[in-house]
């Protein structure tokens, strides 16, 4: 008799084991479904990207309960970050409209229009499952620098104005640019430029030729932090020669659904960063040593985006 009772017993505290479990593990599956994975943020493997990264994820971070998780200097840029986004193994990007159109559609002929592009653009990514939630409001495209002392010897503001003066000057870019057709020779031919002579160098080095008197004229990026850094000219594209590469954030549409606070995040930043404050970031970190963190705290609270 005590050994059925024991028995009965037992299957009683077996089966409250199990219900306890049951529920213990219904319980953990119900809080796992309100914790949303974190946003994943990727970057290409520079200054700027890094701090435009660091924005957005601190503007996510201050407005929502999202978690972020920032990936910075993804090897080959573009060429890799998109398909891991159309994936899903990211979520969003800091991009340049025509750096898409090159890269990501392949497009041999450059639409002059940027208007027209980016419309483009939008409709082409929608069908990978993505969209551009606006533009920041810089471009980051090639220019012309000349030290301060050469621009007031020859009068030079413009590309016009160098054309005139070629002769005396002398070029300076990276192999790539003055070798590749739609490059140097495009520009010169494009201008009617005769510079005395070029010299090609690799990136790193151009400004430092420049600033010896080595070279004269340099091909540049317009949000370089060097342009500041050694008081340059950047001389004004006259005839609009070199394309605009607008930057902005380019995410999967899953995301937007996924958190919802997220567009009207993203969009806040459309038309909020101009070259000059982009220029001036870059030279934070680049030439005064500041981290890329704390460089885009301070531009988010500047513009009233991030409040203490």
């Not at 450059?110 to 939008?122: G, N, P, R, S, W």
């Not at 010897?153 to 003066?165: E, I, P």
């Amino acid at each position: 008799m005590r050994l059925k009772m024991n028995k009965i017993l037992a299957n009683k505290n077996a089966k409250k084991g199990i219900l306890f479990l049951v529920t213990a593990v219904m319980l953990l599956g119900i809080c796992g479904c309100g914790k949303k994975e974190a946003i994943k943020i990727a970057s290409k493997p520079m200054t700027e990207q890094y701090i435009l990264t660091e924005i957005i994820a601190q503007m996510i971070e201050a407005e929502t309960d999202y978690e972020v998780e920032i990936t910075k200097g993804v090897g080959g840029g573009t060429t890799n970050i998109h398909p891991a986004l159309v994936k899903g193994e990211f979520d969003l990007y800091p991009e340049y409209t025509r750096t898409a159109w090159l890269n990501v559609l392949k497009r041999e002929e450059m639409e002059k229009d940027d208007d027209k592009l980016y419309e483009q653009l939008l409709a082409e990514y929608d069908g990978m499952g993505l969209t551009w939630t606006g533009l920041y409001g810089f471009s980051n495209t090639y220019g012309l620098a000349v030290r301060q002392e050469t621009a007031e010897q020859y009068g030079l503001s413009t590309y016009s104005d160098l054309a005139a003066a070629s002769g005396e000057l002398i070029f300076g870019g990276n192999p790539d640019y003055i070798e590749l057709e739609t490059g140097y020779p495009r520009l010169c031919s494009a201008y009617g430029m005769t510079f005395k002579d070029t010299n090609q160098m690799e990136i790193a080095l151009k400004y430092e030729a420049l600033k010896n008197g080595e070279v004269d004229v340099i091909n540049a990026f317009t949000t370089d932090a060097q342009l500041a850094a050694n008081q340059l000219v950047l001389l004004t594209d006259d005839q609009v020669f070199f394309e605009t590469f607008d930057a902005g954030t380019v995410v999967r549409k899953d995301a937007l659904k996924d958190y919802p606070e997220l567009q009207g995040i993203l969009e806040k930043l459309n038309g909020m960063i101009s070259a000059e404050e982009m220029q001036r970031m870059n030279y934070a970190v680049e030439v005064e040593g500041k981290e890329d963190r704390e460089v885009a705290e301070e531009f988010l609270k500047e513009k009233g985006l991030l409040v203490d």
